[in-house]
């Protein structure tokens, strides 16, 4: 069963700082991963999606990696925003189901 | 923009009632989805369905069960609510069966079981 590990659960940074959060995964045979961020009681709002082809992805100021045969992801923010205080959640795509880890909090200190 | 509603945001249920979660989608979606969500445990495949009348149980489906009469609307029932079922509870649709498209999610809606 893909077991999704994100890491850190906390982050807390000053507004401004480049930062990366990191998602790691077991069962490497997935057809795409996807980025989420979820505001608290909200649901989830898709950020980026990545091919299983693909190495990497771009929206705005968020760059996702994907490094399939390793079981890792990463989602770049640049330049953070208080706006961005949320939390983060990586989910890669097997056949039928999207498979999520606990995320990453985080926190943009104006 | 593919838009997925849920009915309720907030519910609040007896322990022994049946309860039926709605959710619906606007972009022709093949596949839905339910997922509860808990602190600790994050999101967790309830039931899906890639087909009308088609369903499929996700890796807790006890409890549970969903209906799938129009392509668009995928209720999630609660037979005999419990307290165990206190959850959030999400929705969610994509395009084809393979995943290959983007997931969407509603917006929640937050079962309390008293």
């Known amino acids: 069963k893909q077991e999704v590990t994100q890491i850190p659960a906390a982050l807390s940074v000053p507004e401004g700082e480049n930062l990366v959060l990191n998602c790691s995964f077991t069962d490497s045979a997935i057809y795409n991963l996807q980025w989420f961020r979820q505001d608290p009681g909200k649901g989830l709002t898709s950020l980026l999606l990545i091919q299983s082809s693909q190495r990497e992805q771009t929206s705005g100021r968020l760059n996702a990696s994907l490094d399939k045969s390793s079981g890792r992801s990463t989602l770049y923010i640049a330049a953070s925003q208080p706006g961005d205080s949320a939390t983060y959640l990586c989910?890669?795509?097997?056949?039928?189901?999207?498979?999520f880890g606990t995320g990453t909090r985080l926190t943009v200190i104006p | 923009d593919v838009k997925v509603t849920q009915s309720s945001r907030y519910l609040v249920k007896r322990t022994g009632e049946k309860v039926f979660l709605e959710c619906v989608q606007d972009?022709?979606?093949?596949?839905m989805f339910w997922y509860r969500q808990d602190p600790g445990l994050g999101l967790r495949l309830i039931y899906f369905s890639y087909d009308v009348k088609m369903k499929e149980k996700g890796d807790i489906p006890e409890g549970y069960s969903v209906s799938r009469e129009k392509k668009e609307r995928f209720s999630l029932i609660l037979e005999s609510a419990s307290t165990n079922q206190t959850s959030m509870y999400l929705c969610?649709?994509?395009?084809?069966?393979?995943?290959?498209?983007?997931?969407?999610f509603g917006q929640g809606t937050r079962l309390t079981v008293v």
């Open positions: 989910a890669p795509a097997g056949a039928n189901n999207l498979f």
């Open positions: 969610a649709s994509s395009l084809i069966q393979s995943l290959n498209t983007e997931a969407f």
């Open positions: 972009m022709d979606h093949e596949n």
